[in-house]
T-cell receptor, first 111, second 117 residues
Framework: GENVEQHPSTLSVQEGDSAVIKCTYS??????FPWYKQELGKGPQLIID?????GEKKDQRIAVTLNKTAKHFSLHITETQPEDSAVYFC??????????FGKGTRLSVIA | GAVVSQHPSWVICKSGTSVKIECRSL??????MFWYRQFPKQSLMLMAT?????????EQGVEKDKFLINHASLTLSTLTVTSAHPEDSSFYIC?????????????FGQGTRLTVV
């Protein structure tokens, strides 16, 4: 089955700097790669996703890149703000199968 | 994004009692709903997958007689924790997807904090 590795487990950045979180996956059949932000005591919130037919997707300060050959994808947050502080999870799945999550990255943005 | 409502957001129950958690997709039809369990500072662990009108498929190690899942309609799934014990205390989260559409994004509920005393 699919296995998703996520790094780093914790990340601290200064406000205004960029943050990058990386994930690798094992199943070449996976074709959907979402990223979720989870705040304390809340459910995960979808922030961006990418499918295997594209290599990059951007939404304002957030971007995701996908390298299918290497089986890795990354989340990029630019101009970080204190409200970006949360736990971020990557996930992977084939169509119609459950998401497999990485272990999460705790991002702290220091003002 | 789509809205998935989970209720209650927190519940405290006595050992031996049962607790029902509801998950509703408010603005789309969820062909499939997923139930996860999350321990503090850990990732989401898939418990079961339920398709509307079908029996749920449970992950290895999850007791189907203890965690009863019902998915009677395209907008509602319920998880009932039966004969709860303190070790069942956890954060339970549901997720809803529509695999019959082009958009198969997974949306999550707010989670339910269960404490068994």
């Amino acid at each position: 089955g699919e296995n998703v590795e996520q790094h780093p487990s914790t990340l601290s950045v200064q406000e205004g700097d960029s943050a990058v979180i990386k994930c690798t996956y094992s199943d070449s059949a996976s074709n959907y790669f979402p990223w979720y932000k989870q705040e304390l005591g809340k459910g995960p919130q979808l922030i961006i996703d990418i499918r295997s037919n594209v290599g990059e997707k951007k939404d304002q300060r957030i971007a995701v890149t996908l390298n299918k050959t290497a089986k890795h994808f990354s989340l990029h947050i630019t101009e970080t703000q204190p409200e970006d502080s949360a736990v971020y999870f990557c996930a992977a799945s084939e169509r119609n199968t459950p998401l497999v999550f990485g272990k999460g990255t705790r991002l702290s943005v220091i003002a | 994004g789509a809205v998935v409502s989970q209720h209650p957001s927190w519940v405290i129950c006595k050992s031996g009692t049962s607790v029902k958690i509801e998950c509703r997709s408010l603005d789309f039809q969820a062909t499939t709903m997923f139930w996860y369990r999350q321990f503090p500072k850990q990732s989401l662990m898939l418990m079961a997958t339920s398709n509307e009108g079908s029996k749920a498929t449970y992950e290895q190690g999850v007791e189907k007689d203890k965690f009863l899942i019902n998915h009677a309609s395209l907008t509602l799934s319920t998880l009932t924790v039966t004969s709860a014990h303190p070790e069942d205390s956890s954060f339970y989260i549901c997720s809803a997807r529509n695999f019959h559409s082009l958009n198969t994004e997974a949306f999550f509920g707010q989670g339910t904090r269960l404490t068994v005393v």
